[in-house]
């Protein structure tokens, strides 16, 4: 018999934890619903559970009654507002029980680190779903300058400056300057994007996301000088009207990347708050002392900080400010620069200014740590999922186990309300992080396997630009190398398996949209399933450099079906009973679908 799922997760926490798992807490739970919660402790621990709720400075306490076989259990309702619930148990003798979980890092990822933090169930509201059109997407992020060259003439327009330093006018197959100094520029263009739309497309990529676009003085444009201007390097409103409208009829949305919490001390708007205390941007500054001492984004005098005033409110989301503006161009949504510098009640609001003229726009957190908070119905739909990102490739390169990856996963799962879920733009790599393939030190197969599974697995995929062909870079400066266009035939590998499987994923309703349920994992191999519509979706993974053959039990509705390789044929495997075996090679994974 197969092992059921709760107990699966079960039987590896414990296992994790030397087998003290006293309390499993809820997955995310709506508004004002009721939760049993249960512990186990002898009878004589007369337990209580004090709580807290992360968005008020209130607490209370709970008294458990005794259900029997050292089972306490007590029934409490969720706050009426979104919020995350965090509670530990005090017992009669003092003893303090909470949950021990893996720190997964935020700037950097951790592995084999665990640590005792209170419990918490995210609670959330269900009316504050993200878009329907979200749910099968696969995301492609492109650094413009990086990406393609279509007007030759682009890359001597714009500033001749970067701040101190001379402009430096870079040959595509140059390799960026080090030590970066944000000044080099290679002249890709929205134009170059849009003469590669097939490319895209035949990639099997649904949606683009471009960080920055807007005036600038560097290449990478997190520091704008203004925020309705297209950078003139780049193009023209009209290009991206027409980069909109043509990759819309190739069913490819366009997604940009808004820094609302900072701009470039040579923008319009610090110039004049500079000039003159009586201008109405003075007030959108913190000046240490005005004129010429003020606060920048983490220091950085560069990048002049926004206050969270009426005006900048008003200016970024109010009607016709930056993010309705752009979005009426036809772009589905935005994803968000350094959003925790930001208040909480701020994207609230932005969250609510702008849904309500653009129901369907997608919204996106950056956010490198646990940004659950985020992701309760009221702000954002979606974060850029490192959390993710960390786990898997961490197991990918060999320092995660298959037992440890699955527990970081299910408390993953566990913290994120289900449609939020489904909507995690997830990752390998971006732009600020060094390069996937220079992660995993060369090692093509374990790229194919952690792409493999982010493919696999339930979100919004997405690809570095780059990434598909083996671009390297150790830092985050250097891994924004031009796209070798010239040397596609040189790797075909890399490319031959992305274009595969990103477009099996979009064949296959289970991988777009279905269910997860873990099926099988051990120190080595794992298998999941996915499930939609009567399609089912066996995607088994070996994160080992030896071949493994796996033996994974199935579930009687699993054991009648005929099931057939999707991702690579060469994987031989057969059902007999109860149970399905598998060979796969060294870092190898296999897809496996049946229909009803």
Request: charged share 25%; with cysteine.
């Amino acid at each position: 018999m197969a092992i059921p799922e709760q107990d699966l997760h079960r039987q590896i926490a414990r296992g994790l934890r030397k087998g003290k798992l006293p309390h499993l807490p809820p997955a995310a739970s709506p508004v004002s619903s009721l939760v049993q919660l249960t512990l186990e402790v002898p009878p004589d621990a007369h337990p209580e559970a004090v709580f807290s709720d992360l968005r008020r400075e209130n607490s209370w306490r709970v008294a458990f009654g005794y259900a029997g076989q050292n089972l306490w259990q007590a029934t409490i309702m969720l706050p009426q507002e979104p919020t995350i619930l965090r509670y530990h148990f005090l017992l009669a003798d003092g003893t303090k029980i909470q949950e021990h979980r893996q720190v997964e890092g935020v700037d950097e990822p951790l592995f084999g680190v665990w640590e005792y933090q209170d419990y918490r169930i995210a609670v959330y509201t269900p009316t504050g779903n993200p878009p329907d059109w979200v749910a099968g997407q696969v995301a492609y992020q492109i650094f413009p300058d990086r990406f393609a060259q279509g007007d030759p003439a682009s890359l001597a327009k714009g500033t001749r400056t970067t701040y101190q330093y001379e402009a430096l006018l870079k040959e595509w197959t140059d390799l960026p300057e080090v030590p970066p100094k944000s000044r080099d520029f290679f002249g890709g263009d929205l134009r170059g994007v849009i003469n590669r739309l097939d490319y895209i497309r035949e990639l099997g990529i649904t949606c683009i996301y471009f960080t920055p676009i807007f005036e600038s003085p560097t290449n990478h444009r997190y520091d704008a000088s203004d925020y309705f201007k297209i950078d003139s390097r780049l193009g023209t409103e009209a290009d991206l009207r027409e980069l909109i409208e043509k990759a819309g009829a190739m069913g490819i949305r366009v997604l940009l990347d808004g820094v609302f919490n900072h701009c470039s001390q040579d923008s319009v708007y610090f110039r004049a708050a500079r000039a003159d205390k009586l201008s109405p941007y003075y007030r959108w500054f913190t000046f240490k002392e005005w004129p010429d001492k003020w606060e920048g984004w983490l220091g950085v005098v560069n990048m002049p900080e926004f206050v969270e005033c009426p005006e900048v409110e008003e200016f970024f989301f109010g009607k016709g400010g930056v993010a309705q503006h752009w979005l009426g161009y036809g772009t589905g949504g935005w994803r968000t620069d350094v959003t925790p510098w930001i208040t909480d009640e701020w994207w609230r609001r932005f969250r609510s200014a702008v849904r309500q003229s653009f129901p369907e726009a997608y919204l996106i957190a950056e956010d490198w740590g646990d940004a659950t908070h985020r992701l309760l119905g009221d702000s954002f739909d979606a974060t850029m999922n490192y959390r993710f990102g960390y786990s898997v490739g961490g197991w990918a390169g060999g320092k995660l186990s298959s037992l440890e990856l699955s527990d970081r996963l299910e408390t993953l799962r566990r913290d994120t309300p289900p449609a939020q879920f489904r909507a995690q733009l997830n990752l390998l790599g971006s732009h600020d992080t060094v390069r996937l393939l220079t992660k995993l030190e060369g090692n093509r197969e374990q790229v194919k396997l952690a792409v493999s599974f982010m493919l696999a697995y339930p979100g919004v995929p997405m690809v570095y630009y780059g990434d598909e062909v083996g671009i390297e870079g150790t830092f985050a400066e250097d891994s924004r190398r031009p796209f070798p266009w010239d040397s596609l035939d040189k790797k075909p590998d890399l490319l031959g398996f992305f274009r595969k499987a990103i477009n099996t994923r979009q064949s296959s309703p289970a991988l777009m949209y279905g269910d997860v349920s873990t099926l099988y994992t051990d120190s080595d191999a794992f298998a999941l399933l996915r499930s939609y519509a009567g399609e089912q979706v066996l995607a088994v993974f070996n994160n080992k450099a030896a071949p493994v053959e796996v033996v994974i039990p199935l579930e009687a509705g699993l054991q009648d079906r005929d099931w057939r390789s999707i991702l690579d044929d060469s994987h031989t495997f057969q059902v007999t009973g109860e149970k399905l075996r598998i060979t796969l090679p060294g870092y190898g994974s296999a897809w496996l679908r049946s229909n009803a």
